[in-house]
Nanobody, 126 residues
Framework: QVALVESGGGLVQAGGSLSLSCAAS????????MGWFRQAPGKEREFVAT????????LYADSVKGRFTISRDNAKNTVYLQMNSLKPEDTAVYYC???????????????????WGQGTQVTVSS
């Protein structure tokens, strides 16, 4: 079992930056690809970014490409999401996600996910 705990959400003005962190429990973090998803009010959860378990591969949604950066520190069991040039449409609950141990290299759909965090609210004001 893996527990994921997100932190770093909050309220920011458009054009600002936020950094999210997700700390994972257990000893299998380094073997799991990780991802960030988000869900805005009234909308379905959507893919934001993913990083492979060896950190060699990253993938971003078109809507955040060039503005968001995903990274991981396997020594700290933590994955990060640096969000720059934030827009009001980035407002959502952001979820950290973990894939199966030595599973898919990238996580882009709900079916790729084995564990979810509880979510952290990001609000971008105009």
């Amino acid at each position: 079992q893996v527990a994921l705990v997100e932190s770093g959400g909050g309220l920011v003005q458009a054009g600002g930056s936020l950094s999210l962190s997700c700390a994972a429990s257990g000893r299998t973090f380094s073997s799991r690809s990780m991802g960030w998803f988000r869900q805005a009010p009234g909308k379905e959860r959507e893919f934001v970014a993913t990083i492979s378990w060896g950190a060699a591969s990253t993938l971003y949604a078109d809507s955040v490409k060039g503005r968001f950066t995903i990274s991981r520190d396997n020594a700290k069991n933590t994955v990060y999401l640096q969000m720059n040039s934030l827009k009001p449409e980035d407002t959502a609950v952001y979820y950290c996600a973990a894939g199966r141990s030595y599973g898919r290299m990238v996580l882009t759909t709900n079916s790729d996910i084995t564990y979810w965090g509880q979510g952290t609210q990001v609000t971008v004001s105009s």
